[in-house]
């Protein structure tokens, strides 16, 4: 069995909404991040990255987000990452401090307003 | 879709869809009589098209076994179509001969089996090395089967073909009287021998009743029976007078008719009728005189005997001699019995004892030798005789009847023949096995129907969906034959394709809807489609125009009512209902087609309330669960219509140890947490100590994974144990430790440090252990 993960892009004016869920571990991890990478044009500002649909993230999948991260900085992008209040990676998200790397925000309403 | 492995998934989901596709596209060009040569170069094409290969070949075996005939291929050198290539080795297995003439680097080849025997090989080259994927072998199996089954169709058409040219040149060449009738009763056919026994014209006679020519006094009575025979479509068996052109009276004939199937669907009577007007008038005679009756039976073109009050033949007439080409003498006593055919004189002279013992009138169709070297059909009978009210003895006439039961045995042959043909299509568009689910007890049954070509279009499927619920699916394509197994193959491709991207079962079923009826061929079907949520045991269920699934719970049987809808195929726009309900914990859940509980004598609640009944008895493993269902219901008759049966069982995960050894690689991550999600979901853990224990374990496993270098079987093992309220793991992998490499994995290690009470790590020149250990519930203190 390979983990079953699903990305779905969306272009709001400056922002690039993706909207992650399923399963991210090692097995689909840097295919994740190439994608990731990928979908944002050059005039494109911000990627806000939704994980409200994920189930499963391990630390591959964080190592993604931080290295994501580093690498839209350096094309003067950013990244926000959008993950409700109640799920329940936040824990492991915030052991990782990924928050150090991309704001976490609590809603896309939130993300897409700052 | 992404992931690599997602991809990798969704690109796999994509190739079978379409390998699926091109098998359903090619069976139902076989069924639609493509030329078998087009059918198999089209099958070479699909074949090097989906696999992506250079180079394909369709292999038949020579009749002497010794070679094999290129039929078809795609990029074969020239002058190997049609050519004749060795066998290597002898007994025909692989490899092939064309692989070093193609300079293929990978091969495979599947066998084209057809009915008592192999036809030959359907074979796949690949100039890059490749490994074939089971899935590409079995889409080459499923060519194979469209090929195999095509073949035999081949064989089949030539006999239909043979066999209706063959009944008319038969028909207008007996002395028989010959029709057909249509499926409302209207005569299609008559023969020869019908126009000229009648003097009717053909125009008269086709399209009008054949009691038009009855005489009138048996004409009610032969309608009457003629309509409750063919009502019930039971054989018709009638004597009546018909009008006789040549006397330019009447005769009596007995009038004889047997329904008639093709593919399966009732098409009409083909029927004789047997001038017995001298027996008639011989048991009319005898009645009057005695005297006058062995006088007249000389005369009389008719086969005629009587016997004593022992049974034994006391008189036969020339009639009787004439057929047989025996003398007088050697016909008395019980001599008679040995003209009859050795298969035969069993079933006659224990019928024929039987009847003597009880004075009654006796029949009996043997087969009897004719002064030609060969037997002949006929039907005998004999009726007792009494003088002043004492019995006397029998007296009896025989009807030569071989045409017609010659043509009766061809007739059955041929529905035979058909019958198997459709239920070998049947059989290879379903699942051979079931797919092994975890956590999932799974059986299927499929019976075909007994009664004549009546193969139906049943199905059953399970499939594991993409959320990790599954799809249990049973239907029945409405109507019978080669075509219902034909569309039966393509809705249950559709309910597969379906089914992994729509969560709702009334959406799937919708869309189903939707694509049958927009397409050129009518067809129904009625369907159970089924979501089952093995952890939690909910189920939601749409049920078009079929009957209801049956739970079996540990406090008994029920059905799940609700979710009901009319037949797919049946209108557009239709509504398509689902309802959910919660299977019991160690609840059994039944699916199955109305061939299992339909029966026109009895209402369906009567045989649902029988189904139940019969689960509540059955055996406890899944298995003997099914058969104890089937042997109950269905008694120990085969089914009028075919059946379906699937039965599933949610696995209870209430173990408190679970331990298990993987392939050391990142796809088997997927594995363990469906494995982890099951086990601690019946610890009673919450959803996030559920997601943190499968992270911290899965984060160990993937250290394993990372240190576990060897030639290529490399393996890991993980332990699970949930005692008094604590958790505890271990993983152990056989490679050497590496401390923090990147920091990723250096995150990995504090994930697993943070989120466990506490760890612990080994190294011995073995390798690698991680034991880990975390307290789920607080209340219940070791």
Redo the contacts between chains.
Sequence with gaps: ???????VLDRRGGHVVARLS???????????RE?LLASMPNDALVLVLDISGC??L???A??VL?DASRRLARRRQELRLVMPPNS??R??IE??EVHTAAPVYESLDAALTE | ?????????GEELRVRASQQAAVADLARRALEGMELDRLLEAVAAAAARELRVEHTAVLELTGDRKGMLARAGVGLPNGVLGSVLPVQPADGSWPSPLQDDLDAASTKAVPIHVRGGHFGWLEAFSREPREFTPDDGEFLRGLAGVMGAAVERTHHDDVVIDSEAQFRELADTTPALMWMTDAEGDVTFVNDGWLRFTAGKPDLQIGGSFGDSAHPEDRDELLRCWNEASRRREEFRFEYRLRHAASGGYRWVLELGTPRYSGGEFVGYVGTATDIHERREMEEALRESEASFRELADTAPAMMWTTGTDGLVTFVNEGWLRFTGTTFQEEMGASWALGVHPDDVELVLSSWDDALAERRPWEGEYRLHHHSGDYRWVDDRGVPRYVSGHFVGYVGTAIDIHERKTMESRLFEVYQREHRIAETLQRSLLPERLPPIEGLELAARYLPGARGATIGGDWYDVLER?DGRVALVVGDVVGHGLRAAASMGQLRNAFRAYGMVEASPAEVVARINRLVMSGVEQVMATVLYLVLDRETGEVSFSAAGHPPPLVLAPGGPYFLEGGRSVPVGAADPAVFRESTAILPPGSSLVLYTDGLVERRDTPLDERLEQLAAAARAAADDISGLCEDILSSVLGDAEPGDDVALLAVRPLPATDAHMSLTLPAE??????L??RLSRFLHATGAS??Q???I??TI??AA?NA?EHAYGPGDATYEVEVRFDGGELTASVRDTGSWREKRG???G??L??IE??MDEVAVEHDEGGTLIRMRRRIREDRAA
Excluded at chain 1, 1 to 7: F, R, W
Excluded at chain 2, 666 to 671: D, E, F, I, N, V
């Design positions: 069995m390979s983990s079953p993960a699903e990305l399923g399963e991210v571990d090692m097995s689909n991890a840097s295919y994740v994608q189930r499963y391990d630390s591959a964080i190592e931080f329940p990676l824990r492991v052991l990782t | 879709m992404l992931g690599r492995r997602a991809h990798r998934k993409p990142p796809g088997s991550l997927a594995q947490r469906r959803e996030v559920q997601y943190e499968a992270l899965c984060e993937g994974i920091e990723h994995r995150r990995g504090r994930i943070d989120l």
